[in-house]
Each structure stands twice: as structure tokens, then as C-alpha cells.
């Protein structure tokens, strides 16, 4: 489904350095693979540029990303607009500074169909309420009217969920979605996308520099370090038996529930 060879990615004005270092890898249908590894380990910028998101005026590329037969790296701008939002969708970090401040969330969810499709607004309405449920958004139909500021959190993130993947996408990309969210509420999260996962036989690719996270609902796992793969492989052999050193550390470094005396 993705097939990402020898890609490499250097920013022009920093003098020439790969942030993305000859990595390799691909994904099947319906997987979730998750991409961990420190602040400026490449996997962000790796994830923007198979989702067609990064300034091509300020980056210099090689390689080839294949998504379903498709050579992405050198497809027009056109081509690419296509694919973004309906066949690639992407997740961000933190919900408030994705969605648009000034317009109502549910037009918001709508936006993917009204660029991809020819759907009349009431179709367009009744779907977005349909993705909202799904995603269970409380009162969908007074969701819809609501702006991003009315939302707690937990409630944006389920909405960018929801405009994400309403139009079907096949592969999903997401940036540290559950990061900015407390617990309880990233556990909710977390258990939203494994059904989404599973009902529609979505492929996501899970990028966070929480490991705990990433084994819990990821199949196979790739460690980044200083924009090449170090390790990769299921997820629960490279937890229990890492090979590289920075794969050590990086396990080494995950906090630990410690039992209260008495």
C-alpha cells in the first residue's frame, strides 16, 4: 500500500544536512505502524513529505514514495491534491491550532467533501453528523454548530478525526495526536482509532515519542534516529529484545509504575 525507498530530505537553508537519511520501509493495508524516536529524529518531517505537506521550495529530495502504485515525490502539485485529505489524511498534535478558530467544526468536518466530491451541502451535513457520532462527539447536531474554542480537547481531536477520515482515506497519518491530552482522554482516543482501524481496515502510520503508546495500538514498529531507521520490526520484539543501542536508551528511558509502600 506504502512503499517508502532511499528517501532522503535536506532543508536548503541549512546548509545541505539530511534531516531524512536513505530510510526505507512500507506498510500494508489495514496496519498500524509506528514511527518513534526523539525531537529531530525526521519522522515529522518524513510523515509531511509522504502527505505531500512539505514546502517543496525549501527542501531538496531523492528517493521514491509509492502509495498504492503511485510515485509521489515527483507528482505535480495537482496530483498531489488529489490524493491529500482523500486518499491521505493527516492528524496533528494539537487540534486547536489545526482547526480554523472563525468557522463552526462541522463545516469544518465537511471540508474534505466539498473539495473531493460533488455533494449537495445537505449530503455533505448529514454525513459530517454521521462521522461525528461515529467518533462519538456528544450532540453531534449541537457539536455542529459550535466553534473549536467551545470544545474541550478531548472534543477538537475527536472533530479532526472525524474531518480526517470522512472522506475515506486509506491511509492516515498521525503526528502525536494523543500528546496535548490528559490520560483518561488519550486512552479514549487511543481506542477510537484501533476501532476505526478495524472497521474500516484503515492503514496508520503512528508517529509519538511515547513507546507506550506506540506498543499499545501499533503491529510493527520503526525507531528513527538522527533521520535514518536504526531498528524496525513487530513492535512487541523490538520492546522486549532491542538490538541497536538508541533503541536501549530509548526503552531504558520509559517511566515505570513503582508500587506505594503499605
Known sequence: MLEVKNLRISFSDNGGDEAVDGISFS?????????VGESGSGKTVTALTIAGLIDRRKVITSGEIIF?????LGASRDELRKIQGRAIGVIFQEAMTSLNPLMKVGKQIEEALKIHTKMTPEVRRELALEAMQQVELPEPELSYEKYPHQLSGGQRQRAMIASAYISGPKLLILDEPTTALDVTVQAQ????????????????????HDLRVVRRVCSRVIVMHRGKIVEQGDVNEVFDNPQHEYTKKLIAAIPTRRKKNG
Request: hydrophobic share 45%; net charge positive; no cysteine.
Open 68 to 72: 498504492r502504485g503511485k510515485e509521489l
Open 27 to 35: 506498510m500494508e493495508q489495514g496496519e498500524m505502524l509506528g514511527v
Open 189 to 208: 482516543i487511543l481506542n477510537l482509532l484501533g476501532k476505526i482501524n478495524r472497521e474500516r481496515n484503515m492503514s496508520m502510520l503512528f508517529i509519538s
